[in-house]
């Protein structure tokens, strides 16, 4: 439990995410706050700039909002299901959607 005025720790907001856990750490944990999925790839030039900075501001947020990140090339199920198309692509999801 957090103390007050206490951060949460990163690990507990921004996970890496594969199929086996999508729903659990994406669309069970946005009932109880949002969470930005951010689709990328190693080989992503643009993602080794977006991600960082998506990190960075989850992690100011302290709690306000959780980051899952997909590598595509692992996950291309989920991928397809979400229609991604190209990376890096940043979904939001809210109450389950």
């Known amino acids: 439990m957090l103390e007050l005025g206490q951060a949460?720790?990163?690990g507990d907001?921004?996970?890496d995410v594969s199929e086996a856990n999508f729903m659990a750490e994406v669309?069970?944990?946005s009932q109880e706050v949002p969470v930005?999925?951010?689709f990328w790839a190693p080989w992503c030039g643009p993602c080794k700039t977006l991600g960082p900075?998506?990190?960075?501001?989850?992690t100011a947020a302290r709690g306000a909002v959780?980051?899952?990140k997909i590598n595509v090339d692992e996950n291309q199920m989920i991928a397809?299901?979400?229609?991604v198309q190209s990376?890096?692509?940043?979904?939001?999801?809210w109450k389950g959607q």
Do not use: C, H, N, S
């Open 8 to 10: 949460p720790a990163a």
């Open 13 to 15: 907001l921004i996970k």
């Open 27 to 29: 669309v069970d944990a």
């Open 36 to 38: 930005i999925v951010d």
């Open 53 to 58: 900075a998506l990190e960075a501001a989850v």
């Open 66 to 68: 959780k980051m899952a």
């Open 80 to 83: 397809g299901q979400m229609r």
């Open 87 to 93: 990376i890096p692509t940043v979904y939001a999801f």
